[in-house]
């Protein structure tokens, strides 16, 4: 069973920095991307930054120049690293693994909570 946990979420004052860690557990086989995504109250989910198996990486433009994606396999992990955060940035942070071998399937954490304060 796939199981995907995100840590590192927490209250920041604006212009400061949080990085993001997701660990994966259990076997995905043919990992496609990994992926950050964000919720903020009353806002539907969106991207903010995903990895593909040959690293290539996409930004939302809002995060572009401020949020790096990286992962290290090693470790199952992907990670996140927001500088220069905004007020704006306040949202649930989910991690998102898409698998597969035919059709795709996505797995996704429950999230960590990341607010920043002005």
């Known amino acids: 069973q796939v199981q995907l946990v995100e840590s590192g979420g927490g209250l920041v004052q604006a212009g400061g920095s949080l990085r993001l860690s997701c660990l994966r557990s259990g076997s995905v086989g043919n990992i496609r991307a990994m992926g950050w995504y964000r919720q903020a109250p009353g806002k539907q989910r969106e991207l903010v930054a995903d990895i593909t198996k040959s690293g290539s990486t996409n930004y939302a433009d809002s995060v572009k120049g401020r949020f790096t994606i990286s992962s290290d396999n090693s470790k199952n992990t992907v990670y996140l690293q927001m500088n220069s955060l905004k007020s704006e940035d306040t949202a649930v942070y989910y991690c998102?693994?898409?698998?597969?071998?035919?059709?795709?399937?996505?797995?996704w954490g429950k999230g960590t909570l990341v607010t920043v304060s002005s």
């Open positions: 998102k693994v898409v698998g597969g071998w035919i059709a795709s399937i996505d797995y």
